[in-house]
């Protein structure tokens, strides 16, 4: 799908101010960025956002950033001085929405808490990400997406019966709180445009988000007392799901649907367990999936995963192989249908990176510019602020912006 230059961004004219840094606060900017807010991002002089630095580097800067910052300014400020503090109050009296995920407290500390700050700007929409929230006895401890997970009941469930938990390979507790929270500024500016342009602050906790998706965790231990325990590659208490073995790897197979069970056992010459009353639904059929995962992999296990997909898609039966990221970047679905773009970093490097959702009709996303160096629009953003060119070079000087 072409998308005309030209076309708006569905926020476009929406200012965000991003004082967060790593992942969930700039997550969610770069969420809103990519649909046309102008976001400036407030990176401390020197060293920037830690993301910087963060796994790969090329040419001395993170490729993950080239992604996560796409769509920003960056101005260097150094928010621990007082020239510093004012500036961004400056920025934020002019801004939509602010972000931040620091440590509840620190922008109390710096005389930048709501009340303040909505003083100068009474329609500011604040997002606040953090470990645990804003409020309750674990406010004021440190966490982390990988914490959020486990206290949030995702760790539990990763892995395998007995075993250690393990991570599901990315910060996804961080991931989930941004979309949350991106949910939230959505959801604030909506209600300031209808309902009287008071705005109000999104109190979003890594765990509270975890917690979002867990599904029947919860009901299910409040009604039966039940404890959801790790299933490892299979979704207890669905059947049959799960991860089985071809000649040549892993293929996963979805066949808990009552017509897709039927389906899915003529595909494999098991007609008798498609036509067993007892296996008709769900509830039947999780008493004795261990029989019918091991009809399903006799089946699999002496086939390619080619073989096997071929078999089942012409059926319509759910399944696929486990992807690698070449797997997905050599796939021509996922480029049919932009989700593999190509960036240009302004180290003049080209690479790839995922494509934007949701996919709008009417308005669609775009990376608009590239990922900034620290402070690249210091000089640009001040100026908008009406600070003269003498006063930007003596904060410089000063190094309260870089």
Same mark, same amino acid.
């Given at each position: 799908?072409?998308?005309?230059?030209?076309?708006?961004?569905?926020?476009? %004219?929406?200012?965000?101010?991003? +004082?967060?840094?790593?992942?969930?606060?700039?997550? /969610?900017?770069?969420?809103?960025? $990519?649909?046309?807010? $102008?976001?400036?991002?407030?990176?401390?002089?020197?060293?920037?956002?830690?993301?910087?630095?963060?796994? +790969?580097?090329?040419?001395?800067?993170?490729?993950?950033?080239?992604?996560?910052?796409?769509?920003?300014?960056?101005?260097?400020?150094?928010?621990?001085?007082?020239?510093?503090?004012?500036?961004?109050?400056?920025?934020?009296?002019?801004?939509?929405?602010?972000?931040?995920?620091?440590?509840?407290?620190?922008?109390? %500390?710096?005389?930048?808490?709501?009340?303040?700050?909505?003083?100068?700007?009474?329609?500011?929409?604040?997002?606040?990400?953090?470990?645990?929230?804003?409020?309750?006895?674990?406010?004021?401890?440190?966490?982390?997406?990988?914490?959020?997970?486990? +206290?949030?009941?995702?760790?539990?469930?990763?892995?395998?019966?007995?075993?250690?938990?393990?991570?599901?390979?990315?910060?996804?507790?961080?991931?989930?709180?941004?979309?949350?929270?991106?949910?939230?500024?959505?959801?604030?500016?909506?209600?300031?445009?209808?309902?009287? =342009?008071?705005?109000?602050?999104?109190?979003?906790?890594?765990?509270? /988000?975890?917690?979002?998706?867990?599904?029947?965790?919860?009901?299910?231990?409040?009604?039966?007392?039940?404890?959801?325990?790790?299933?490892?590659?299979?979704?207890? %208490?669905? /059947?049959?799901?799960?991860?089985?073995?071809?000649?040549?790897?892993?293929?996963?197979?979805? =066949?808990? %649907?009552?017509?897709?069970?039927?389906?899915?056992?003529?595909?494999?010459?098991?007609?008798?367990?498609?036509?067993?009353?007892?296996?008709?639904?769900?509830?039947?059929?999780?008493?004795?999936?261990?029989?019918?995962?091991?009809?399903?992999?006799?089946?699999?296990?002496?086939?390619?995963?080619?073989?096997?997909?071929?078999?089942?898609?012409?059926?319509?039966?759910?399944?696929?192989?486990?992807?690698?990221?070449?797997?997905?970047?050599?796939?021509?679905?996922?480029?049919?249908? $932009?989700?593999?773009?190509?960036?240009? &970093?302004?180290?003049?490097? &080209?690479?790839?990176?995922?494509?934007?959702?949701?996919?709008?009709?009417?308005?669609?996303?775009?990376?608009?510019?590239?990922?900034?160096?620290?402070?690249?629009?210091?000089?640009?953003?001040?100026?908008?602020?009406?600070?003269?060119?003498?006063?930007?070079?003596?904060?410089?000087?000063?190094?309260?912006?870089?």
């Amino acid at each position: 799908m072409e998308i005309p230059a030209l076309t708006p961004g569905a926020l476009q %004219g929406l200012r965000v101010v991003e +004082m967060g840094q790593l992942i969930a606060g700039p997550f /969610a900017a770069k969420t809103l960025g $990519d649909f046309g807010a $102008d976001v400036i991002k407030i990176e401390p002089p020197g060293t920037g956002d830690p993301l910087r630095n963060w796994r +790969m580097l090329q040419d001395g800067t993170s490729v993950w950033w080239q992604v996560q910052s796409r769509n920003k300014r960056s101005i260097a400020l150094d928010l621990r001085s007082s020239e510093g503090q004012d500036i961004a109050r400056q920025l934020i009296a002019r801004a939509d929405v602010l972000i931040e995920n620091f440590r509840p407290g620190t922008l109390e %500390g710096w005389g930048m808490d709501y009340e303040a700050l909505s003083k100068d700007n009474p329609g500011l929409v604040m997002l606040r990400i953090s470990g645990y929230g804003q409020t309750g006895p674990y406010r004021d401890l440190p966490g982390f997406g990988a914490i959020g997970e486990a +206290m949030g009941g995702l760790r539990h469930l990763t892995g395998e019966s007995g075993r250690v938990p393990v991570r599901c390979g990315i910060s996804i507790g961080d991931s989930l709180a941004a979309l949350h929270g991106t949910i939230g500024v959505l959801m604030a500016i909506y209600h300031r445009k209808v309902n009287g =342009g008071k705005g109000q602050v999104i109190d979003m906790a890594l765990n509270e /988000a975890v917690l979002n998706v867990m599904e029947s965790l919860i009901p299910e231990y409040s009604a039966f007392g039940a404890v959801r325990e790790p299933g490892g590659s299979a979704l207890p %208490g669905i /059947a049959p799901s799960n991860a089985y073995r071809c000649t040549d790897g892993i293929v996963l197979i979805a =066949g808990n %649907g009552d017509s897709i069970f039927k389906r899915l056992m003529q595909v494999i010459g098991r007609e008798d367990l498609g036509n067993d009353p007892a296996l008709a639904n769900n509830a039947g059929r999780v008493i004795r999936v261990q029989q019918i995962d091991s009809a399903i992999e006799a089946w699999t296990c002496s086939r390619t995963v080619a073989q096997v997909l071929q078999a089942l898609g012409a059926s319509s039966v759910p399944a696929g192989r486990v992807y690698t990221a070449k797997d997905i970047v050599e796939d021509p679905h996922y480029r049919e249908r $932009d989700m593999i773009l190509q960036q240009t &970093t302004r180290d003049g490097h &080209t690479i790839e990176v995922p494509g934007i959702i949701p996919k709008l009709s009417e308005t669609p996303g775009r990376i608009r510019v590239s990922a900034p160096g620290l402070g690249d629009d210091t000089d640009a953003v001040l100026g908008e602020l009406e600070f003269s060119a003498e006063t930007i070079a003596r904060l410089r000087q000063k190094k309260v912006v870089a």
